[in-house]
């Protein structure tokens, strides 16, 4: 089944179980106005509950940009209060990326800057062309990043690597991103989707009880309020319930491939 949708800043489709997401702004560098995050996280939390999606790849139109960076225009005569709220709105659309049960993949094609950056580093796995740039650049401003760019940064490289990146606003190559952990995989740019969806291919037979619960407990390390240990202790017994657990047993001892239902 192929699905198909537009809005002004993204264009979706639904095609062999996975969910393209594309940013349509190429002549402005697929820049993250307010509108176009909003469209990301409504065509994200639209699949949460749809069994015939298996995974996400997000990407920017043409080979120049992923996202680079946040529309400045909208927000440079911005007020605190307003400034709060932007930021706000924008962590809880990376929030829900990032808590999607379904595995989400960003396809870096080129610029990942400001609020680009921390749109890839919300997904789960990061896969960049070979022309990937990445970077953070909020000081050049007089700003830090706003959409948690501060704490998912240092999550993924480390505290002093994520304190120069940070301070210095210095851009790194994608050979660099891969060195130091920010993302998986580097590949030719006319390779970047397809190398997504082979990702997913091995992900797809899964049980998707078992993706979604593997990308609770991942998040849980995270989580103040949460003991990571306890919530996969937890996770692991639930299992012993469901109709996958029984399925990929049985599969594994009758030496076949698993049928999972999701249930």
């Keep these: 089944m192929t699905t198909n949708a537009m809005s002004q800043n993204i264009s979706t489709r639904i095609e062999q179980s996975i969910l393209y997401i594309t940013i349509t702004r190429e002549n402005k560098l697929n820049a993250l106005n307010i509108q176009t995050l909003k469209d990301i996280k409504e065509a994200v939390l639209a699949i949460y509950?749809?069994?015939?999606?298996?995974?996400?790849?997000?990407?920017?139109?043409?080979?120049k940009a992923f996202a680079?960076?946040?529309?400045?225009?909208?927000?440079?005569?911005?007020?605190?209060?307003?400034?709060?709220?932007?930021s706000a709105e924008g962590h809880a659309v990376l929030n829900a990326i990032?808590?999607?049960?379904?595995?989400?993949?960003?396809?870096?094609?080129?610029?990942?800057?400001?609020?680009?950056?921390?749109?890839a580093m919300a997904c789960h796995i990061r896969v960049a062309a070979e022309n990937a740039?990445?970077?953070?650049?909020?000081?050049?401003?007089?700003?830090t990043p706003g959409y948690a760019g501060t704490q998912r940064l240092a999550q993924l490289i480390g505290k002093g690597r994520a304190l120069?990146?940070?301070m210095t606003a210095d851009i790194m190559n994608a050979q660099d991103a891969y060195r130091m952990g920010l993302v998986n995989h580097i590949v030719p740019q006319d390779q970047l989707i397809s190398k997504c969806e082979d990702i997913l291919s091995k992900i797809k037979n899964k049980s998707p009880l078992a993706i979604a619960s593997v990308i609770r407990c991942v998040n849980a390390h995270y989580e103040k309020k949460l003991d990571g240990n306890n919530v996969e202790i937890n996770e692991f017994g639930n299992f012993f319930g469901s109709e996958d657990f029984k399925e990929g047993t049985q599969a594994?001892?009758?030496?076949?491939?698993?049928?999972?239902?999701g249930k």
């Design 98 to 119: 990032e808590k999607c049960p379904k595995p989400v993949i960003a396809a870096v094609n080129g610029f990942a800057l400001g609020g680009g950056n921390e749109l």
């Design 133 to 143: 740039k990445f970077g953070q650049p909020e000081v050049n401003l007089g700003i």
């Design 164 to 166: 120069e990146f940070l």
């Design 49 to 63: 509950d749809n069994h015939e999606v298996k995974g996400v790849i997000l990407t920017g139109a043409g080979q």
């Design 68 to 86: 680079a960076g946040a529309d400045i225009s909208e927000f440079a005569n911005f007020n605190v209060e307003e400034g709060t709220r932007m």
């Design 252 to 261: 594994f001892m009758e030496k076949r491939a698993a049928d999972f239902k």
